[in-house]
């Protein structure tokens, strides 16, 4: 995505992002009023603290995207708190090095905070409709599961849809891009990762908050494993663009020797006149 891409601000981006934040906001202001006493749990500022640890981790996906390996706290938050205080966790914790270095607009730093916290509040809806952290394990993890696919598929709809409005692709293109090449890894990390979920959330109870302070650790060496990956891949793409370049330079220079091309450059692939021969 270009600079001006990245920094569009039309009527209807704009928007965008005010229908993802103020219904956000006024529907924790609602939940406040009803029931206060939900909002003064101080693990709220633990759990947020330990999102925005995480979420300065990027992962570099396809297509310039990218996601965090916050993911799994984000859930495991849904899976101990109601959606309007996991919405609440995940408003104040998710973090974005562009927006601490000044690089995005106030409004869309919110837009970016706001559709990630609706997504990890329909996570928590999902699951306790289904089950709760003390219900049989088949229950516990199909529910998560579900929870998870539900606040993944919410996530990125709306990124294409603010995608197709900064660069006018269709949205099945722009969603296509997300996963290029590695859909099959992506599901499994990404189920893998829920599961890890269900840990956080199961030791936060047993153990305490530490937890995540424990579990941060594996999450880092994760990251690390994704940016290998991912420079694994740019690197065999980059060696297959290559190979096809010396193929076709090889064939030129070859076809070059038959015909008797003269000025033929290696560089440049400046064919010269055709001599041809008498």
């Known amino acids: 995505m270009s600079t001006k891409e ?4 039309r009527l209807s981006i704009k928007a965008l992002e005010i229908l993802v934040v103020l219904p956000l906001f006024l529907w924790i202001g609602t939940e406040f009023r009803s029931d206060p006493s939900q909002y003064l749990d101080w693990r709220i500022f633990v759990w947020a603290a330990a999102i925005v ?31 309007p205080v996991v919405a609440l966790i995940t408003f104040i914790g998710a973090a974005d090095m562009r927006e601490l270095r000044g690089e995005i607009p106030p409004l869309k730093a919110l837009y970016t905070r706001g559709q990630i916290a609706w997504s990890v509040a329909l996570e928590s809806y999902v699951f306790h409709r289904i089950a709760s952290l003390e219900s049989p394990w088949y229950l516990l993890v199909g529910a998560v599961l579900l929870a998870a696919v539900a606040g993944h598929v919410l996530n990125v709809l709306v990124v294409a849809l603010y995608g197709h409005l900064q660069t006018g692709e269709p949205i099945p293109a722009i ?26 959330a199961l030791s936060t109870k047993t153990t305490g908050l530490w937890a995540l302070v424990v579990f941060i650790a594996p999450l880092a060496f994760a990251r690390q ?11 065999t793409e980059e060696l297959s663009v290559r190979q096809a370049e010396n193929l076709d330079f090889s064939f030129a220079r070859g076809l070059a020797n038959v015909v008797g091309i003269d000025g033929f450059s290696h560089g440049g692939f400046d064919f010269g006149d055709l001599s041809g021969g008498p």
């Open 6 to 9: 990245a920094h569009d601000r």
């Open 53 to 83: 640890v995480v979420d300065l981790l990027p992962v570099q996906g396809a297509a310039e995207m990218s996601f965090s390996l916050s993911f799994p706290i984000e859930l495991s938050a849904a899976l101990v708190f109601p959606p």
């Open 175 to 200: 969603l296509r891009a997300m996963h290029v090449g590695i859909f099959g890894e992506f599901v499994v990390s990404y189920t893998g990762l829920a599961l890890f979920s269900v840990l956080v």
């Open 225 to 235: 494993m994704f940016s290998r990956t991912h420079s694994l891949q740019q690197a």
